[in-house]
């Protein structure tokens, strides 16, 4: 056991964490930076518009691999045409698991990290560092991301479970004494682990083992859902003492994931992230880390001892270690970012000393429901949710699709679903609208006439492409007319000038930037046997004709239709989706509009209108961007004497996206705006 447990060593978390740490203890290169607060508009001034990479859907060149393809000069050549600053390349270090000293695969998408090196699936260092160096070359930059939450099931889990040193402070992990292994499911072997059932978490925390459930069950299909819980136990293993044990883990996603202990007295897990952040930002040179799934570091049992339910979401540890990691970061010089979906006050709690930039799970859910059902009531209400906790847009990155279902948890009302809100003229609680909007969801999205979808227990899994098509009761998603093309790209801009015309970070990804199609199931079906149907949303995608004879990526995925083409086609082409695009980004650049301010979302005659008025930087005028998810011409009137506070009356009003003189403010300070079906302009009050 000595020799295999010496190998485990070696290819660990910790053990690759101390050896970085020398690095910068006791230095002066962890002194050069202030760090206390964040620096959101120094990370905007380095780079607001970000393309979002998912290399295992990624199409490449024969002879290269996805490191060589993210740093081609053809391809940051057409993102710099483009307007995108930089990548945020998605995890690329080595993931997955060991089954004795065999490496088992991925089963999160690398979001199961288990080494510190690349995995040389993507390529080497040499070639990140080329991938660096040809951004540079464009005044961009490269975005990784640190996984504080969790590892998979590699060197330092396989340590924890054989009581080594003090790798079990790693991990939320408790050893259930011998007399009470009959209250466990049996296990195959020492691989292996089983799920325990809602009653048996409760008879365990009722012996003081866990806390108890959790709040949330952030993986599992709607079949499953009220069956599954966040705790898995082991089979019989014997430790480095020659003790036989048996554990109990906790993994708020897969049970590949387990979940990595914040609050033990060895801070394992607290080296292990800070090795990982030295590694990404001083030897792989990321100016910009995101952090993954930070809410989920603390949990405690219930402070109500009545509660069999554990505090698992939004703890005050989850806040101070996530401070801790970007202070970290703005220590070494870069810049960090986080998933956040959250109730917005714990957001706003999130975001006071953490990291500099957050997603936007607030306005990305409530843009999607306006675009399926043609109302954008609920956009409305969640922009004025946001004014009433002061969050400011300019702290969020706006995004189109990422690799992840189309999100509908809208976790604000399930943390305040007994509280009342006014919405749409009644007064209604927060379980209640949140069981409503997903309702016209799941009706508008789910059944027969759209075979194309399916669903996690957080939302749709389609691409924004499906989506739209779902809006637009299109059926036969693969046999499209121009006509029906040409909607879907009329709506999917509509989407773009939403997220790009406000205040913060845009970022697009492949799948959009070439039209993708969801996946059809027969070409997916060996991805589903856990139902995780989010392969249907990431289907392989060529951005360069890269290789016109492939039929899957490198990592297998199928490639899908796509509605666009790629991009050096596209740019060609001036009504292209890339083109236009291309022109919505020069006036973002041209006017700031990611350090404008946001003053208002006023109020609007129609339900299907949205209107955003922005003071631009450096006193140059007021940005409106206007949009009509609805199916009918719409004319709005804004009054923007009352907004601003000042006299714009008699000022010129121009169409920054036609490059034409829209009109003029009249003597009362209004503007008149109409917009016809899924139409969306943006105009300057000069």
């Given at each position: 056991?000595?020799?295999?447990?010496?190998?485990?060593?070696?290819q660990?978390?910790?053990?690759?964490?101390?050896?970085?740490?020398?690095?910068?203890?006791?230095?002066?290169?962890?002194?050069?930076?202030?760090?206390?607060?964040?620096?959101?508009?120094?990370?905007?001034?380095?780079?607001?518009?970000?393309?979002?990479?998912y290399?295992?859907?990624?199409?490449?060149?024969?002879?290269?691999?996805?490191?060589?393809?993210?740093?081609?000069?053809?391809?940051?050549?057409?993102?710099?045409?483009?307007?995108?600053?930089?990548?945020?390349?998605?995890?690329?270090?080595?993931?997955?698991?060991?089954?004795?000293?065999?490496?088992?695969?991925?089963v999160?998408?690398?979001?199961?990290?288990?080494?510190?090196?690349?995995?040389?699936?993507?390529?080497?260092?040499?070639?990140?560092a080329?991938?660096?160096?040809?951004?540079?070359?464009?005044?961009?930059?490269?975005?990784?991301?640190?996984?504080?939450?969790?590892?998979?099931?590699g060197a330092?889990?396989?340590?924890?479970?054989?009581?080594?040193?003090?790798?079990?402070?790693?991990y939320?992990?408790?050893e259930?004494?011998?007399?009470?292994w009959?209250?466990?499911?049996?296990?195959e072997?020492?691989?292996?682990?089983?799920?325990?059932?809602?009653e048996?978490?409760?008879?365990?925390?009722?012996?003081?083992?866990?806390?108890?459930?959790?709040?949330?069950?952030?993986f599992?299909?709607?079949?499953?859902?009220?069956?599954?819980?966040?705790?898995?136990?082991?089979?019989?293993?014997?430790?480095?003492?020659g003790?036989?044990?048996?554990?109990?883990?906790?993994?708020?996603?897969?049970p590949?994931l387990?979940t990595?202990?914040?609050l033990?007295?060895?801070?394992?897990?607290?080296?292990?992230?800070?090795?990982?952040?030295?590694?990404?930002?001083?030897?792989?040179?990321?100016?910009?880390?995101?952090?993954?799934?930070?809410?989920?570091?603390?949990?405690?049992?219930?402070?109500?001892?009545?509660?069999?339910?554990?505090?698992?979401?939004?703890?005050?540890?989850?806040?101070?270690?996530?401070?801790?990691?970007?202070?970290f970061v703005?220590?070494?010089?870069?810049?960090s970012?986080?998933?956040?979906?959250?109730?917005?006050?714990?957001?706003?709690?999130?975001s006071?000393?953490?990291?500099?930039?957050?997603?936007?799970?607030?306005?990305r859910?409530?843009?999607?429901?306006?675009?399926?059902?043609?109302?954008?009531?609920?956009?409305?209400?969640?922009?004025?949710?946001m004014?009433?906790?002061?969050?400011?847009?300019?702290t969020?990155?706006?995004g189109?699709?990422n690799?992840?279902e189309?999100?509908?948890?809208?976790?604000?009302f399930?943390?305040?679903?007994?509280?009342?809100?006014?919405?749409?003229?009644?007064?209604?609680?927060?379980?209640?609208?949140?069981?409503?909007?997903?309702?016209?969801?799941?009706?508008?999205?789910?059944?027969?006439?759209?075979?194309?979808?399916?669903?996690?227990?957080n939302?749709l899994?389609?691409?924004?492409?499906?989506?739209?098509?779902?809006?637009?009761?299109?059926t036969?998603?693969?046999?499209?007319?121009?006509?029906?093309?040409?909607?879907?790209?009329?709506?999917?801009?509509l989407?773009?000038?939403?997220?790009?015309?406000?205040?913060?970070?845009?970022?697009?990804?492949?799948?959009?930037?070439?039209?993708?199609?969801?996946?059809?199931?027969e070409?997916?079906s060996?991805?589903?046997?856990?139902?995780?149907?989010?392969?249907?949303n990431?289907?392989?995608?060529?951005?360069?004709?890269?290789?016109?004879e492939?039929?899957?990526?490198t990592?297998?995925?199928?490639?899908?239709e796509?509605?666009?083409?790629?991009?050096?086609?596209?740019?060609?082409?001036?009504?292209?989706?890339v083109?236009?695009?291309?022109?919505?980004?020069?006036?973002?650049?041209?006017?700031?509009?990611?350090?404008?301010e946001?003053?208002?979302?006023?109020?609007?005659?129609?339900?299907?209108?949205?209107?955003?008025?922005?003071?631009l930087?450096?006193?140059?005028?007021?940005?409106?961007?206007?949009?009509?998810?609805?199916?009918?011409?719409?004319?709005?009137?804004?009054?923007?004497?009352?907004?601003?506070?000042?006299d714009?009356?008699n000022?010129?009003?121009?169409?920054?996206?036609?490059?034409?003189?829209?009109?003029?403010?009249?003597?009362?300070?209004?503007?008149?705006?109409?917009?016809?079906?899924?139409?969306?302009?943006?105009l300057?009050?000069?």
């Amino acid at each position: 056991m000595n020799k295999y447990i010496n190998w485990l060593e070696e290819q660990s978390l910790l053990a690759s964490a101390k050896e970085l740490a020398k690095q910068l203890s006791g230095t002066k290169n962890g002194w050069q930076q202030p760090y206390a607060l964040p620096q959101t508009e120094q990370a905007l001034e380095a780079a607001s518009v970000w393309f979002n990479a998912y290399p295992a859907a990624t199409i490449i060149k024969p002879g290269q691999n996805i490191l060589q393809f993210l740093g081609d000069a053809d391809l940051w050549q057409a993102f710099a045409g483009i307007g995108i600053q930089a990548v945020h390349t998605s995890p690329m270090k080595l993931a997955g698991g060991l089954v004795e000293d065999k490496h088992t695969p991925t089963v999160d998408g690398w979001f199961d990290r288990i080494a510190l090196t690349i995995d040389p699936a993507f390529g080497s260092e040499s070639d990140y560092a080329a991938m660096v160096d040809a951004a540079a070359k464009q005044q961009a930059i490269i975005a990784g991301d640190i996984i504080p939450g969790h590892t998979g099931k590699g060197a330092d889990f396989l340590l924890a479970l054989r009581n080594y040193g003090e790798y079990p402070g790693i991990y939320d992990l408790i050893e259930i004494a011998e007399p009470d292994w009959a209250l466990l499911p049996e296990v195959e072997n020492e691989w292996e682990s089983v799920n325990l059932s809602k009653e048996t978490v409760n008879l365990l925390h009722a012996k003081g083992y866990l806390p108890g459930n959790l709040q949330r069950v952030l993986f599992s299909i709607p079949e499953t859902e009220d069956q599954v819980t966040g705790w898995d136990v082991t089979g019989k293993i014997e430790g480095v003492d020659g003790v036989v044990r048996r554990w109990i883990y906790l993994h708020y996603f897969k049970p590949g994931l387990p979940t990595m202990n914040w609050l033990d007295p060895t801070f394992a897990a607290k080296r292990i992230i800070a090795g990982d952040i030295i590694k990404s930002i001083r030897v792989l040179k990321n100016k910009i880390v995101r952090f993954d799934a930070t809410p989920f570091l603390g949990i405690e049992p219930n402070p109500d001892p009545t509660s069999k339910i554990a505090w698992s979401e939004g703890h005050p540890l989850s806040v101070t270690s996530t401070e801790n990691l970007a202070w970290f970061v703005r220590k070494l010089g870069g810049w960090s970012f986080q998933e956040l979906n959250l109730s917005l006050d714990i957001i706003k709690t999130f975001s006071q000393y953490g990291p500099d930039l957050a997603y936007d799970f607030i306005t990305r859910p409530a843009v999607q429901h306006a675009m399926l059902t043609k109302d954008a009531t609920f956009l409305h209400f969640m922009f004025k949710l946001m004014q009433e906790y002061a969050i400011n847009p300019r702290t969020l990155i706006h995004g189109m699709q990422n690799h992840d279902e189309i999100t509908y948890e809208l976790v604000h009302f399930l943390e305040h679903s007994e509280d009342q809100f006014d919405y749409a003229g009644e007064t209604i609680s927060g379980k209640e609208l949140r069981d409503q909007i997903r309702a016209e969801m799941f009706e508008i999205a789910i059944g027969p006439k759209t075979p194309y979808n399916d669903l996690t227990s957080n939302g749709l899994c389609t691409t924004l492409t499906g989506l739209i098509a779902t809006r637009l009761q299109i059926t036969d998603i693969y046999n499209l007319s121009l006509e029906q093309k040409e909607q879907i790209k009329q709506a999917h801009l509509l989407l773009v000038l939403f997220n790009a015309m406000q205040p913060g970070v845009f970022v697009i990804s492949g799948w959009d930037l070439v039209g993708a199609l969801p996946a059809p199931r027969e070409k997916i079906s060996h991805l589903l046997g856990d139902k995780d149907y989010r392969w249907i949303n990431r289907g392989a995608y060529d951005l360069l004709d890269s290789n016109a004879e492939a039929e899957t990526s490198t990592d297998g995925l199928p490639r899908v239709e796509n509605l666009y083409g790629s991009l050096q086609e596209q740019l060609k082409d001036s009504a292209s989706f890339v083109s236009q695009l291309k022109n919505i980004l020069a006036v973002r650049k041209q006017y700031k509009i990611d350090l404008a301010e946001q003053i208002a979302i006023p109020e609007v005659a129609n339900r299907g209108a949205v209107i955003m008025l922005h003071k631009l930087p450096e006193n140059s005028g007021y940005e409106i961007t206007a949009l009509n998810f609805g199916d009918e011409v719409v004319v709005e009137k804004i009054d923007l004497s009352r907004l601003t506070g000042n006299d714009c009356s008699n000022r010129t009003v121009v169409d920054l996206l036609q490059n034409v003189k829209h009109g003029s403010v009249n003597a009362e300070g209004i503007v008149q705006i109409e917009l016809k079906p899924l139409e969306g302009k943006v105009l300057l009050v000069s």
